[in-house]
């Protein structure tokens, strides 16, 4: 996204069915516009973007919508026997079309993780407005992360890549298919102060603010569980020291695995390196272990 | 259960498929019957109750397994449409039949929860042995606790009662779909000792060691969301702070649940009551927010 006005901002929850807070976000705001309407001038459309895998308070029914955005899966012509191939494209057609034509400046999809993600701002582009006001937000709230997926637009899979600029807020930890109160008002406060900031933006205030110093993780590589040769079921667990330590350096060395039978796995590989999404209840079906991040000191 | 020797034991995991400590449990004992084979004189079978909702990872297929062991559901003649009362009717045969008949003497039934439940030990009737070897756990282990589901045996839908006496260790919090190192390595420890003192037990050493003080909290009532009247999404979360906190007290007037617009809502009712799963994510669906029971004080 360039410099210019962010005229239209979608808030989606329930990308994916069993991430709570967004579902209920959207829900209430729905019902009540008066939480919303007044924090910035831009035209905000709330979306419940999987209605069918909320209804089943799953992830998703047939495939997972999250990863159905990718232009490829965008232009197949027939229409799809799954579910939410279909709706991709339905979302598609509302908010995109995915380039530079779409109709929407910024998305927010809000998400929730199992792992102890803290409030993570997952960007997808180093655009300024989405790394300035993602900046001022890890000031503004406690255990608040920004991670960086570079990606080529056109080819990702996430919803948020339908419209010019977007952050996926992954809240966590929170049990899927359960609720929070704390993280669902830390998860409103957090959502309300990304549409105040755009309307900053859209005055050039933000822009004039001083920089900010911010981590940023950036996506280096995932991790699978081991698993025998041919496959089969994983061999191992999450280390006990590594569970729960998201964001934390690992060095090569360091324990990462622990067997059934109580062996260590150690950690061989580039270094530092800084995990996160560790052992998330979605990722074990994709054998993902943890994404494994590096850390770079940027001013924004 | 009365004062005679423990001859057979059952130990299973995964009656619910995506709690993932009892599953590999079972199949680690079952690659390695070393790991238990020496602890005790009884026979020890293994089961893997629910191969079908492991294999999908998912808690059940069709229906909730551990709800399909009443008496009236294991007597229904034809052959059910759902795989779980086929399979539930065939444990049945293997291990029971439920009643005076049965050839299990001893079922431990792994489980996991997501609530924070630490080593809870839930018993169904008050035997000595399982009474017995529960209190000495509670010293022998942290955070480890006595739950009492009073219950008519016959009509209790639990897997266990199909056995003579039964506990259901039931650990967290766990992820459901995930593993824990730390909870699967306790879990180990803490079947294997159940099985060691089965064997005291048998030499009639467990029935001379002196008595011990413990607390048992038993169910008194389960605790739904608060609900628009005639029916809907729930209104409310846990409250911010009671989330966590199984097995504290409970007292009129303190806070219960969070509304989506920052309400409190306060418990009214008997006092002191303890509530233990609390936000467990496969009670959503029951409606349970919760399990309110009574503690008492007693000597085993």
């Known amino acids: 996204m360039d410099m210019s006005l962010i005229n239209t901002i979608v808030v989606a ?53 999250n990863r ?25 057609a509302l908010y995109g079309p995915k380039g530079a034509a779409t109709k929407t400046d910024l998305l927010l999809d809000v998400h929730n993780t199992g792992s102890n993600m803290g409030n993570c701002l997952i960007v997808s582009a180093r655009d300024p407005f989405t790394m300035r006001a993602s900046a001022v937000l890890t000031q503004e709230f406690d255990d608040a992360w920004i991670y960086y997926q570079p990606e080529e637009r056109s080819a990702s899979p996430y919803f948020g890549t339908v419209a010019k ?49 911010v981590d940023v993780y950036t996506q280096f590589k995932d991790l699978g ?22 964001y934390r350096e690992l060095k090569s060395g360091d324990k990462l695995f622990r067997t059934f039978d109580g062996k260590d796995i150690l950690y061989e590989g580039e270094s ?15 054998d993902i272990a943890m994404s494994l991040t590096k850390k770079t000191v940027e001013e924004w």
Request: glycine content about 6%.
């Open 272 to 286: 530092p390196v800084y995990p996160i999404f560790i052992s998330e209840p979605a990722y074990y079906e994709k």
């Open 68 to 92: 159905a955005f990718s232009q490829t899966c965008l232009d197949v012509n027939a229409d799809p026997q799954q579910y939410e191939f279909r709706r991709a494209k339905e979302l598609n």
């Open 165 to 213: 600029a977007d952050v996926c807020i992954e809240i966590g930890p929170q049990q899927h298919g359960t609720l929070d109160a704390a993280i669902f008002e830390e998860t409103e406060r957090l959502v309300k102060r990304y549409l105040e900031l755009a309307e900053e933006w859209n005055r050039g205030e933000l822009q004039k603010r001083a920089p900010i110093k």
């Open 225 to 246: 569980y081991p698993k025998p040769q041919g496959g089969g079921a994983i061999q191992a667990m999450i280390h006990p020291e590594l569970l729960g330590k998201d």
């Open 13 to 65: 929850g329930g990308t994916h069915g069993n991430e709570r807070t967004g579902v209920r976000l959207v829900q209430k705001w729905m019902e009540h516009p008066e939480c919303y309407s007044s924090l910035c001038s831009a035209k905000v459309d709330l979306v419940l973007s999987n209605p069918e895998a909320v209804r089943l308070n799953r992830r998703y029914r047939d495939f997972d919508l």
